[in-house]
């Protein structure tokens, strides 16, 4: 099988090595999100293929979700060289900060098929007080 480069870049391009190692490879790391609001509060759904439960940690502090993995691609094997990694496996942090009417105390979290989803349910609304005064004398 023959190796195709769609698009040849000189070996020593300064241009190409910052794009590719300090910008590229940190936006690969980066797992995509989906935010959804129902009248019950929000999901967060981030796309970590290649991971599993172990792999992740949540962490909720004051009103910031951090969601972060320290998993790092795996090496190539002995005898293989790898000519292009594209496959996002490093480690990430996202942080998000949480609306005042979420109820951290009932937030939780389920993976499925390399997508973890984390629901947010809003507080309950105080009710108003309604409350007949009786009037004296």
Same mark, same amino acid.
């Given at each position: 099988?023959?190796?195709l480069?769609?698009h #040849?870049v000189? /070996?020593? $391009? #300064?241009?190409?090595? %910052?794009?590719? +190692?300090? %910008? =590229? $490879? ?5 797992p995509?999100?989906?935010?959804l609001?129902?009248d *019950?509060? &929000?999901?967060i759904d981030?796309? /970590?293929?290649? @991971? +599993?439960?172990? *792999?992740?940690? @949540?962490?909720?502090?004051?009103d ?8 790092? /691609?795996? #090496? ?5 060289r790898? =000519?292009?990694?594209? &496959?996002?496996?490093?480690? %990430?942090?996202?942080? %998000?900060?949480?609306?005042? $009417? ?8 389920t993976f499925? $098929?390399?997508?973890? =989803?984390?629901?947010?349910?809003r507080?309950a ?13």
């Amino acid at each position: 099988m023959a190796l195709l480069r769609l698009h #040849p870049v000189p /070996a020593k $391009n #300064p241009v190409y090595d %910052f794009w590719n +190692s300090a %910008f =590229h $490879n940190t936006l690969l790391t980066q797992p995509m999100v989906n935010i959804l609001e129902s009248d *019950d509060g &929000f999901r967060i759904d981030l796309a /970590a293929p290649g @991971l +599993s439960k172990p *792999d992740i940690e @949540l962490r909720i502090e004051k009103d910031l979700l951090t969601v972060s993995s320290a998993k790092k /691609a795996a #090496p190539a094997a002995d005898g293989i060289r790898v =000519h292009r990694r594209e &496959f996002a496996c490093g480690p %990430f942090e996202r942080v %998000f900060r949480l609306p005042e $009417n979420i109820d951290t105390e009932k937030v939780s979290a389920t993976f499925t $098929n390399g997508v973890l =989803h984390i629901q947010l349910q809003r507080k309950a609304e105080p009710q108003p007080v309604v409350k007949t005064i009786l009037i004296e004398g």
